[in-house]
């Protein structure tokens, strides 16, 4: 039902408010992530000064979500957004076009912070 955004997942960890409040609503058997955040997790966990901290968190929430299966039809969304946005003039970053092709393609509500994810047409974002 939900996917957690890198944006999320770092309110989590530093141990923010509105996410606790946003979670304490759903159950965690509904939470997902995909590749693409799971990839920058742990890029962000290797440069971080709590490294070991971060990847311990990491691992532990990886026994808690479900990670999404990044599939033909979530490429097939990637492409036909981005030419959409490109043609719009409303780019966004490759990462964040294939993390909203994934919850598309799986039709996931995205959890994140970052407001470009609005530009991405039939994408259901709630913010946090």
């Known amino acids: 039902m939900y996917c957690l955004d890198t944006s999320a997942i770092i309110k989590i960890f530093d141990g923010k408010e509105e996410i606790?409040?946003?979670?304490?609503?759903i159950q965690?058997?509904?939470?997902s992530i995909t590749p693409i955040t799971l990839c920058e997790l742990y890029k962000g966990a290797v440069h971080s000064k709590v490294t070991s901290r971060r990847l311990e968190?990491?691992?532990?929430?990886?026994?808690?979500?479900?990670l999404?299966?990044?599939?033909?039809?979530?490429?097939?969304?990637?492409?036909e957004d981005y030419l959409n946005l490109k043609?719009?003039?409303?780019?966004?970053?490759?990462?964040?076009?294939?993390?909203?092709?994934i919850c598309k393609s799986h039709n996931k509500t995205l959890i994140t912070s970052d407001n470009d994810f609005d530009r991405v047409p039939g994408l259901i974002v709630q913010k946090i």
């Open 68 to 79: 999404l299966d990044f599939n033909e039809f979530s490429c097939k969304l990637f492409g």
């Open 87 to 101: 043609n719009n003039g409303k780019l966004i970053s490759d990462n964040d076009l294939m993390i909203a092709a």
């Open 28 to 31: 965690f058997s509904e939470i």
């Open 57 to 66: 968190f990491i691992e532990r929430m990886m026994q808690q979500v479900t």
């Open 20 to 25: 606790k409040k946003f979670l304490e609503k």
